[in-house]
């Protein structure tokens, strides 16, 4: 059972343009959202995250946005950049008990 | 500032072999992770600990997975005997408090693949 999915495998985006990567979850009981980034070889980096008592959170040029009725959120990125050609992973958690829940990834890829 | 280091990078091992891998946190990060990530998939969570102390292993398959944290430093992450499923990324993390909130810090992962 997939608590948390992110549906689209890959994107790819025009560098300058709006990103938008997508996250839908089942549980009710997250409190927690974080977004991670993912280079080749490497792992994961933290990049935002967002309470459940919150509905958007904005780190620069990413942003955070969360719909608890529709158990949904995104990560918006402005403008593109070369360098966001990443994995992103959304993941999910109850903080009482630690644990992180992610999603398989999105592969964005930003073409010039 | 040093990050979470793991060793080695890669690893080829035969099914029933034994495999460990070594991870040292960032200095200072009380809460350690293990996560196993199969191609494709995100990381799945094997084992948390507390300082020495576990906190969470309910997906950590123990008659073939052990892990320890000796002295609330380092860790080790062993699985004997291997299976050919085990193929995968391990990936140790660290942080300050539950990464739930403030993310953890990742370190480069080993991959094992199991022949």
């Known amino acids: 059972d997939q608590q948390v999915k992110q549906n689209s495998p890959s994107l790819s985006v025009q560098e300058g343009r709006i990103s938008i990567l997508n996250c839908d979850y089942t549980?009710?009981?997250?409190?927690?959202f974080l977004w991670y980034k993912k280079y080749p070889a490497e792992g994961p980096t933290f990049l935002i995250s967002i309470s459940s008592i919150k509905d958007k959170n904005e780190d620069g040029r990413f942003t955070v946005f969360l719909n608890k009725s529709a158990k949904h959120l995104s990560l918006h990125i402005v403008p593109s950049q070369p360098g966001d050609s990443a994995v992103y992973f959304c993941a999910a958690s109850v903080t009482s008990n630690y644990q992180l829940i992610w999603g398989a990834g999105t592969k964005l890829i930003i073409k010039p | 500032e040093a990050g979470v280091a793991q060793s080695p990078r890669y690893k080829i091992i035969e099914k029933r072999q034994s495999v460990a891998f070594w991870c040292n946190p960032i200095?200072?990060?009380?809460?350690l992770y293990w996560y196993q990530q199969i191609l494709g998939q995100g990381p799945k969570l094997l084992i948390q600990f507390q300082n020495n102390g576990v906190v969470d292993d309910s997906q950590l398959p123990k008659d073939r997975f052990s892990a320890e944290r000796l002295k609330g430093v380092d860790s080790t992450l062993k699985i004997q005997p291997a299976k050919l499923e085990d193929s995968a990324v391990y990936l140790c993390?660290?942080?300050?408090?539950?990464?739930?909130?403030?993310?953890?810090?990742f370190g480069q992962g080993t991959r094992l693949t199991v022949v």
């Open positions: 549980n009710s009981m997250f409190d927690y």
């Open positions: 993390a660290s942080s300050l408090r539950t990464a739930s909130i403030y993310g953890a810090f």
């Open positions: 200095s200072g990060h009380a809460t």
